[in-house]
């Protein structure tokens, strides 16, 4: 997730999404996330204070902004580079799997109040982002101690 003035993306030289101050949002999901994790994670980055207020302190979410997300998935995210020189995809979600947690996360955020753009699943897409700070981080939806997946 990374703050930005403004982003956009676009699909074969035309734009399919984009967005002034708020949320840049690549959303990676493993093969054993859950529509639940998505969900909650959507909660999440509407809330996370990651704005500054007058004095500079992180102190305003994207919902006290009044700000956009621009949702882009990105299988990528999932790779294991812990081996070789190629990355391995095989804890990524199923396009099937994936499109439907990458749709429930988005509905999520749009129902914590923030206007949600996307940009379109499955595609070849150029993302281009204004970074506000920067502010990037990297936010992981993992299951309570003691609870099995």
Known sequence: MQRVLSARV????????????GLL?????????TEAEACSLARRCA???????QEGKFDRSVLDLGG????????????????????????AARPEHAESLYEAFCE???????PVTTGRFGARMTVMLQNDGPVTL???????????R
């Open 10 to 21: 676009e699909v074969e030289s035309a734009v399919v999404g984009a967005i002034g101050s």
């Open 25 to 33: 949002v690549l959303l990676g999901v493993s093969a054993d996330d």
């Open 47 to 53: 809330r996370l204070r990651i704005f500054e207020n």
């Open 68 to 91: 956009e997300a621009l949702v882009v998935s990105q299988f990528t995210l999932i790779a294991d580079t812990a081996k070789g020189h190629r990355p391995s995809f095989t804890r």
């Open 108 to 114: 999520a955020l749009a129902e914590q109040g923030v």
């Open 138 to 148: 990297l936010l992981e939806q993992r299951p309570a101690p003691g609870t099995v």
